[in-house]
T-cell receptor
Framework: KAGVTQTPRYLIKTRGQQVTLSCSPI?????VSWYQQTPGQGLQFLFE???????NKGNFPGRFSGRQFSNSRSEMNVSTLELGDSALYLC???????????FGPGTRLTVT | GENVEQHPSTLSVQEGDSAVIKCTYS??????FPWYKQELGKRPQLIID?????GEKKDQRIAVTLNKTAKHFSLHITETQPEDSAVYFC?????????????FGSGTRLSIRP
């Protein structure tokens, strides 16, 4: 079974731009969660999507948004990028319950 | 709001010794407690988990204990080896009013001294 994949793996953007990250979960997994990982803040939960609906959201500003498609693939969008948005963005998929989260390799976003 | 506190933030132990990482959670509705290991430059991977109906679980050199009354859970690694060097994250998850909730600890950087 193929693992969780994320594209692109690396991105460099400038302040004020927007960015879209993509996550393809493990086949059969219906839940996709997104996390921001920075050296100082650890793993911060952004949001979770299940069956195309956002069912949980962390404490991030509205510039961070996401969506999930019918095939469970998910995208995350960050608008009006700030320097502080530089981080590793991880997505993880599960079947949907309280199960092991399978993480993707992450997208390293650098904002200059 | 709910949170998970993890200690210590860094831990250095001699190869062959034991390592213990502790977490405390605040949400009494939490009932699933996974531990993830993240090696340098790699993705987090589950190494062990425990559900609230169990007090202890072991898997070879790794064990996790849970004290629901005190809202504590701990990771124990015995006979540490160089490949145990990584960042370890605890997490607490449970069902809220309508959705699952997962909160991660801030991570422990474990270094194994040869």
């Amino acid at each position: 079974k193929a693992g969780v994949t994320q594209t692109p793996r690396y991105l460099i953007k400038t302040r004020g731009q927007q960015v879209t990250l993509s996550c393809s979960p493990i086949s059969g997994h219906r839940s996709v969660s997104w996390y921001q990982q920075t050296p100082g803040q650890g793993l911060q939960f952004l949001f979770e999507y299940f069956s195309e609906t956002q069912r949980n959201k962390g404490n991030f500003p509205g510039r961070f948004s996401g969506r999930q498609f019918s095939n469970s693939r998910s995208e995350m969008n960050v608008s009006t990028l700030e320097l502080g948005d530089s981080a590793l963005y991880l997505c993880a998929s599960t079947l949907g319950g309280l199960d092991e989260q399978y993480f993707g390799p992450g997208t390293r976003l650098t904002v200059t | 709001g709910e949170n998970v506190e993890q200690h210590p933030s860094t831990l250095s132990v001699q190869e062959g010794d034991s390592a213990v990482i502790k977490c405390t959670y605040s949400d009494s509705a939490s009932n699933y407690f996974p531990w993830y290991k993240q090696e340098l430059g790699k993705r987090p991977q589950l190494i062990i988990d425990i559900r609230s109906n169990v007090g202890e679980k072991k898997d070879q050199r790794i064990a996790v204990t849970l004290n629901k009354t005190a809202k504590h859970f701990s990771l124990h690694i015995t006979e540490t080896q160089p490949e145990d060097s990584a960042v370890y994250f605890c997490a607490a998850t449970g069902w809220g009013s309508s959705a699952s909730k997962i909160i991660f600890g801030s991570g422990t950087r474990l270094s194994i001294r040869p």
